[in-house]
């Protein structure tokens, strides 16, 4: 296949970026969007010229590291991760328009690169259990219904690849906040925070600058994981529920 | 343990949510739904204005004396009027400062640009706007009478029919009728989801909810100016 592929280079956070335009020939329809883009690596590299920057890490749709607007969509055509994309997804002869993350609480690093770190303190706001650790504990020990299982365990696919922000005309964090949140109340091992949890998580995705849900779906139909938009109404459930219930002082 | 710390000095409750994005969009849920309750209530008294103006009027006069005895003449009407004009300046405020910052929070548009949300969801902040200027010409038309052609005080049926007797009466009515449709639609089931009601396999009868309250809305509100076009009203 023969592609026309525009893509955002920008040096720095604090220069100024640009689409540029390039030509790769010889890419297989078997390759991933990743091989592709490292195919014209090595052509900028053997011409002398600086390799576009993008983010990357297993390959395998498990990391969430990959993350590229492609023609427009989060991840790109197709339900799954910007390196579990393949090229068949496109026709020859195709242009392709690859461009960062955009939102305020993820600034450019440089190129396709984004700073995530936003995602990491409202984990560290509540995303974890105060279990004690050491060794495992008795499988038995603690019975989950089947129901919530299922449920935890739909939340806790999200990798934090940050599509639902990217997707999202508000920047909005919601369907990340609530996939962590959903993901560890509802099980007996979230139990101890279930209200700090809910209400730190919101608050710190309000102080990294993340937009408000104004319910447009993009989030849920960019995630490659499958996250639905029904988490949003689950996570408010619980910040209500744990404004009603937390203690209050002052 | 150094976890449980940060809920340590919490600010009250009206602060918790007026600082949140979630707490706030729960107070356009619920000025909204109050809003919505009101419409439901306002487009049954219109629909008396087929039954004539005897009906028509005596229903206006009896909104001065609900609650009667226990309120005194016309208290029934302010408390109304009261609630109403908090549920909109809340939901409007909450509106216009959560816009900004989802603007804010996307600063730099995607050069490829794509197919969008449904008509419904994009029209919300414009369609809001729309509908609170509606209000107020409502208010000046029917309510001060300020812009009313007939202006007869205790009157109400015939200053209905002299409104819609007038090409831009018709015009902005049918029009701010459309967009407060458009405006519940998306509405109500956002403030399902906002208020933590919705869930997966409650959806598909939330969308039906919000739909068919849109259509019999819009199409209560509608029929009045339609029916004074072609004469059924007079
Ligand atoms: C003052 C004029 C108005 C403005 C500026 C306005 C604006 C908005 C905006 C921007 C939203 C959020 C949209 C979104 O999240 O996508 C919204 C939601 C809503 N509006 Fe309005 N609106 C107005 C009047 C009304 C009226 C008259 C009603 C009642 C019939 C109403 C009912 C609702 C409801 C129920 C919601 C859903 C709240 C939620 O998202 O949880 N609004 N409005
Ligand atoms: S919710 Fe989906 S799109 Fe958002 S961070 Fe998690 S996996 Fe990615
Ligand atoms: S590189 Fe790990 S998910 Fe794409």
């Known amino acids: ?250 | 343990m150094a976890l449980a710390s940060r809920t340590d000095r919490k600010p009250s409750l009206p602060r918790t949510f007026w600082r949140s994005t979630v707490g706030k969009k729960t107070v356009m849920a619920v000025s909204g739904l109050i809003m919505i309750a009101y419409l439901v209530a306002h487009v049954m008294g219109n629909l008396k204005v087929f039954f004539g103006p005897g009906e028509f009027n005596a229903y206006g006069h009896w909104l001065r004396t609900m609650g009667e005895p226990v309120l005194h003449y016309e208290w029934g009407l302010w408390i109304t009027r009261v609630v109403l004009l908090t549920a909109v300046i809340a939901h409007g405020v909450s509106a216009y400062q959560l816009s900004r910052r989802d603007i804010r929070a996307r600063p730099t548009a995607y050069v490829h640009k794509r197919r969008h949300a449904s008509y419904a969801t994009r029209t919300m902040r414009w369609g809001g706007v729309i509908v609170a200027l509606f209000i107020v010409w409502h208010i000046l038309d029917l309510t001060t009478l300020t812009v009313n052609p007939n202006a007869q005080a205790g009157h109400p049926y015939e200053n209905v029919v002299a409104t819609f007797s007038t090409w831009y009466g018709n015009v902005i009515y049918i029009v701010a009728m459309l967009a407060v449709g458009l405006h519940i639609r998306h509405g109500f089931w956002s403030a399902a989801q906002t208020l933590g009601v919705g869930n997966a396999s409650r959806d598909r009868a939330l969308k039906a909810l919000a739909n068919g309250l849109a259509l019999v809305l819009t199409a209560g509100f509608v029929s009045v100016p339609v029916a004074v076009m072609t004469g059924v009203v007079s």
């Open chain 1, 1 to 250: 296949m023969k592609l026309t592929l525009r893509v955002w280079r920008q040096k720095n956070a604090d220069a100024p970026g640009a689409m540029a335009t390039y030509e790769v020939d010889g890419i297989s329809e078997d390759m991933s969007f990743l091989e592709m883009l490292d195919t014209l690596n090595e052509e900028l590299i053997l011409r002398g010229e600086d390799p576009v920057a993008f983010d990357h890490d297993c390959r395998e749709g498990i990391c969430g590291a990959c993350s590229l607007v492609i023609n427009g969509d989060a991840h790109g055509p197709e339900r799954t991760t910007s390196c579990q994309l393949h090229m068949r997804s496109f026709e020859d002869g195709d242009t392709i328009d690859v461009e960062p993350w955009r939102a305020a609480a993820f600034p450019v690093v440089r190129d396709l690169v984004v700073d995530r770190s936003a995602f990491d303190r409202i984990i560290q706001a509540g995303g974890y259990i105060s279990a004690p650790t050491g060794s495992a504990p008795e499988a038995h020990a603690t019975p989950v219904p089947k129901a919530d299982a299922d449920f935890a365990f739909e939340h806790a696919e999200c990798i934090g690849c940050g599509a639902c922000v990217a997707a999202c005309p508000n920047g909005s964090a919601m369907l990340f906040t609530s996939a962590k949140v959903n993901h560890l109340n509802v099980l007996p091992q979230g139990a101890p925070e279930r209200e700090t949890r809910v209400l730190d998580m919101v608050r710190v995705m309000d102080e990294e600058g993340f937009g408000g849900c104004t319910l447009t779906g993009e989030c849920a139909t960019a995630c490659p994981k499958g996250i639905p938009l029904p988490s949003i109404a689950a996570m408010n459930k619980e910040w209500l529920r744990a404004n009603r219930k937390a203690p209050r002082r002052g």
